[in-house]
């Protein structure tokens, strides 16, 4: 049995168009745009919602419009009775993705969603207000058995989940780097778990189904577990010349580099690490981490030229600088992400087509069969 050549080409579907979507341009010579809009532009003048409003009605909303969308996803923060006791039910050490892909699965019993999608939008207002709160809720209760509540101020998803995770009011900066982090993972196209969901809800699942498939498919390293990774690289060293050196030997040993490379995106890079660098730079407060991962892009640039650094190497830095513990870096790519999954699920059940390819066979030719006392 070998592999043949086409499936090698196509290994991991690399190259293959798999389907039409008017949500986001990425690596196609036209930056990275949701609906049209540059994200350069959406992650200097936006909230994070207006963003989430327009992945999901694919329009800008109004003043009016964000206050009223606002003001939904506020009133969807709270977690059930029975929300909060499968919580506190999962111990400590547990990967907070596995926590949150569960409150989804269980979300999607406790308030399933009609049989016809017709509660699609309020399932996606749900879900944009409660990650947050799940999140926060398991951290504060499995560190210190703190059950907090869901009252804020804060009128921001980013201010929210940082007030509540950290347990006191947070920065403006910190705020603002959150939105603009959150618009940044906000949409990518057919990525992973994007298409994971794609497939769940192409086979007319539910989207609390299609959601829980996605965060399972986020996890990985070499998707969103990439950022949790991307840290584990920058704060293995102490120093500058010890990062030069230590990188050099990675090279050496054929070691893959968390946050560089991209499947999509060609020499150019990333577009999305140019504006959460600046944010890195701006919360570090010269901090070593940042000259650290400065001369660890240095020596990729020197020696990988094809590899520039993805949106989760400087995101990882920015989100220690505001004190966030580094297993939930990939929970807020879920807060953020979940917009984009819905909106590609919403895409997928309105010209419906059950996602199903084929494989190339590569097994044994048709044997005879052997009874089992006569094997
Ligand atoms: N460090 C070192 N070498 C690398 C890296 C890297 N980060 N990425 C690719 N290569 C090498 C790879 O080993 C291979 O070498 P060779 O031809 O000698 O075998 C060559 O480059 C081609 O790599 P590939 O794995 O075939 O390329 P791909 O398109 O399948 O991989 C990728 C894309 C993102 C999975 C990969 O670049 C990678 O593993 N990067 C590190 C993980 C990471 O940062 N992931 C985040 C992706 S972007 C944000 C997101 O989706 O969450």
Redesign the pocket.
């Known amino acids: 049995m070998s592999i043949s050549e086409a499936t090698k080409k196509q290994g991991?579907l690399?190259g293959v168009v798999a389907g039409e979507s008017a949500i986001c341009t990425c690596g196609t010579g036209n930056g990275l745009n949701y609906y049209g809009y540059a994200i350069e532009d959406l992650a200097e003048h936006c909230e994070f919602e207006e963003v989430a409003y327009l992945l999901q009605y694919a329009k800008l909303p109004n003043a009016n419009e964000l206050k009223e969308y606002k003001s939904k996803i506020i009133a969807s923060r709270p977690l059930s009775v029975e929300l909060k006791a499968m919580l506190k039910l999962i111990p400590k050490g547990v990967h907070p993705m596995n926590v949150c892909q569960s409150a989804v699965a269980l979300l999607g019993t406790l308030e399933a969603e009609k049989d016809d999608f017709s509660d699609q939008d309020e399932k996606i207002i749900r879900l944009l207000g409660v990650l947050p709160s799940v999140i926060c809720f398991w951290h504060n209760y499995i560190n210190g058995g703190k059950e907090i509540d869901f009252e804020s101020k804060e009128d921001t998803i980013a201010g929210y989940f940082l007030e509540k995770l950290h347990q006191k009011t947070p920065p403006a900066e910190f705020v603002k780097a959150m939105h603009c982090s959150l618009i940044l993972y906000a949409e990518?196209e057919f990525?992973?778990s994007t298409f994971t969901a794609r497939i769940c809800a192409s086979t007319k699942s539910d989207i609390f189904s299609a959601v829980a498939g996605a965060i399972g498919a986020l996890r990985g390293?070499?998707?969103?577990g990439?950022n949790e990774?991307?840290f584990g690289l920058i704060s293995s060293f102490d120093n500058v010349e010890d990062a030069i050196a230590g990188v050099n030997d990675k090279?050496a040993n054929?070691?893959?580099?968390?946050?560089?490379?991209?499947?999509v995106y060609g020499l150019g890079g990333?577009p999305r690490n140019a504006v959460i660098k600046k944010w890195s730079k701006a919360l570090s407060n010269d901090h070593k981490l940042f000259a650290i991962s400065e001369a660890i892009e240095n020596v990729m640039k020197e020696k990988?030229p094809s590899?520039p650094p993805?949106?989760?190497f400087y995101s990882a830095s920015a989100y220690h600088f505001m004190g966030i513990p580094t297993e939930y870096f990939t929970p807020i790519?879920i807060m953020s992400r979940v917009s984009g999954w819905c909106a590609h699920i919403k895409e997928q059940r309105a010209n419906n087509k059950l996602i199903r390819p084929s494989s190339n066979y590569i097994g044994p030719e048709p044997m005879k069969f052997i009874q089992i006392h006569q094997r």
């Open positions: 991991g690399a990518h990525n992973a390293p070499l998707h969103g990439a990774a991307a090279l054929k070691e893959l580099l968390m946050g560089f490379g991209h499947r990333d990988r590899l993805n949106a989760d790519f």
